[in-house]
């Protein structure tokens, strides 16, 4: 298996502009998980999906930030408009059991968000 | 105060040591995680733990859920595992919440 696949890799942006970043889950796998790194804050945890479901979306900072899991296959995170403050690492990652918590995760290798 | 706490926050050992590295939390789990990120940035889930103990390879990590302590031992370093350890856990009363302690940066000399 190709592993938890992500892109672009690298997106450099100017403020107030829309950026959609895309995760392909391991096949498979019922859990899908976004999370930001930064310097400031470290890891942080967007949201997480079950079967497609969005269970939770606490740690989405704010109106600006979406995401989406159209299918078992892909999800999207979306920032618009963005800021230089969402300036980041994005992580995906999946896991196989639909009880999230207490599933190995597998990462994928993060889009790098330059927002100029 | 950090609902997730690591020490050391920086490590250097020298190769064949032995290395713990320990995680404290204030918050009620269900879970807890040990991630490793490589100098690359790529993030490697190494064990999940609720309870006991989990062994692979030379990696250890114990949980003392009254203690709301864990650790991960490492035996035998290398300087390839050289890397930031995070500790991680999902709060039980939010049942979704996940939290992350700021990372332990170990530096392994040859």
């Known amino acids: 298996d190709a592993g938890v696949i992500q892109s672009p890799r690298h997106e450099v942006t100017e403020m107030g502009q829309e950026v959609t970043l895309r995760c392909k889950p391991i096949?498979?796998?019922?859990?899908l998980f976004w999370y930001r790194q930064t310097m400031m804050r470290g890891l942080e945890l967007l949201i997480y999906f079950n079967n497609n479901v969005p269970i939770d979306d606490s740690g989405m900072p704010e109106d600006r930030f979406s995401a989406k899991m159209p299918n078992a296959s892909f999800s999207t995170l979306k920032i618009q408009p963005s800021e230089p403050r969402d300036s980041a690492v994005y992580f995906c990652?999946?896991?196989?059991?639909?009880?999230?918590?207490?599933?190995?995760?597998?990462f994928g290798p993060g889009t790098r968000l330059t927002v100029l | 105060k950090n609902e997730v706490e690591q020490s050391p926050q920086n490590l250097t050992a020298q190769e064949g040591e032995f290395i713990t590295i320990n995680c404290s939390y204030s918050?009620?789990?269900?879970?807890l995680h040990w991630l490793q990120q490589h100098p690359g940035g790529g993030i490697v889930s190494l064990f999940m733990l609720s309870s006991g103990k989990k062994k692979h390879g030379r990696l250890i990590a114990t949980i003392n859920i009254q203690e709301k302590h864990s650790s991960l031992h490492i035996t035998a370093s290398h300087p390839r595992d050289s890397a930031v350890y995070i500790c991680a856990v999902w709060e039980e009363t939010s049942g979704s919440r996940l939290t992350f302690g700021e990372g332990t940066q170990l530096t392994v000399n040859p």
């Open positions: 990652a999946s896991s196989l059991l639909r009880v999230s918590q207490t599933d190995t995760q597998y």
């Open positions: 096949s498979g796998h019922n859990s």
């Open positions: 918050v009620g789990i269900s879970a």
